[in-house]
């Protein structure tokens, strides 16, 4: 099993204004999450991102321990 410690995502987020409520994050990101887990063989992983101290985006994806439906 492969385990991946931290994968960075350039351009994840985009700049915005404080006013903004809605973070910007590009609509295909699950989609993405899924092809590096399926490439890496991860069975669940947590991805959180937080720009200026504030969470933008805290998510949990797959299962805790593969053969157990336990999600992340």
Not at 36 to 61: C, N, R, W
């Amino acid at each position: 099993m492969a385990v991946i410690g931290l994968f960075l995502l350039s351009g994840v987020v985009q700049s915005q204004p404080k006013a903004a409520a809605k973070p910007n994050l590009p609509p295909d990101l699950d989609s993405l999450v899924a092809r590096v887990m399926k490439t890496f063989e991860v069975p669940g992983l947590s991805l959180a991102i937080v720009k200026d101290g504030q969470v933008l985006l805290a998510k949990g994806y797959g299962v805790k321990k593969l053969g157990e439906p336990a999600p992340v």
